[in-house]
């Protein structure tokens, strides 16, 4: 058997990256809602209107960081299967996911220094 060629390999390589991190684009923050945190340096996410079953957060809104996921704030979004948060994100609130049946991965990603 014919070893493959290595720019081949590598092209492959950047493909499956890309379509791996393709299914997992920051959704539009005008589908989020934000208010200031308590504190009013930074923002927590109140709910979502999208329809992406794949869903990574902002980390900077309105120039500060989303710091907390609010009570409810996915709460019946039950399309939702991923969702993927910044590394800012300090507190998500009871019931943050509550009846999100589909969901079957939360994760966090390294926020940006904006």
Known sequence: MRAANPFVRVLLMALAL???????????????????????DGYVVTGYTGSSASVKVPDWYNQKPVTEI?????QGKNFITSVALPSTVTRIGEAAFKNCTSLSS?????????
């Open 18 to 40: 890309m379509i791996l991190l393709g299914t997992m684009a920051f959704a539009d923050p005008a589908e989020f809602s934000f208010t200031l945190n308590a504190a009013g």
């Open 70 to 74: 609010g009570e409810g704030a996915f």
């Open 106 to 114: 939360v994760t966090s990603y390294n926020a940006s220094a904006e």
